[in-house]
Each structure stands twice: as C-alpha cells, then as structure tokens.
C-alpha cells in the first residue's frame, strides 16, 4: 500500500510503498534497528514488521522476511506439504 511517511512516523515529505509481513517476535527487534523497517503500521506490532519499499531495505531481508511471513500465515494444508 502506499502511505505518506508522516503516518509511519518519519519525518519525511512524500508518500512511501510498504508492505506488511508477518515475522518471528524474536527476530522482530534486529529488523526494526535496521534501515527500511518499522513497526507494524495498522497490524499488531508483535507479529508484524512493515517494510519500506523505498529502496532503503536490503533486497535479502525482503525475501528473507517474505518467506517467513509466508510460511507463518500458510493454511495447515499446506504447512504440511
């Protein structure tokens, strides 16, 4: 979605890509300290992490956490696959 940094809490003129993923609460912290995450805008911040699709994130950390939240949000079917 798009929103302006001022609703995630930057001071920054602009609107921004973001995008919500669901992450291990204890991994949370070391992802929130780096540049391009912040906590959760509209989720509970204990479960989800949003990522700022700006260019400041890492594109590694961006598929590291698109797979966990993948796999964390996946229906039991196919868990089990």
Not at 2 to 12: D, H, L
Not at 24 to 42: D, L, N, Q, T, V
Request: hydrophobic share 40%; net charge positive.
């Amino acid at each position: 979605m798009v929103v302006p940094y001022r609703t995630i809490g930057i001071k920054k003129a602009g609107d921004v890509d973001i995008l919500n993923v669901k992450c291990e609460p204890i991994i949370m912290g070391s992802f929130r300290g780096k540049p391009g995450f912040c906590p959760a805008y509209h989720m509970n911040k204990d479960k989800w992490i949003t990522i700022l699709l700006d260019g400041s994130a890492e594109q590694e950390d961006i598929k590291t956490l698109l797979a966990m939240s993948y796999t964390m949000t996946a229906t039991k079917l196919r868990r089990k696959k």
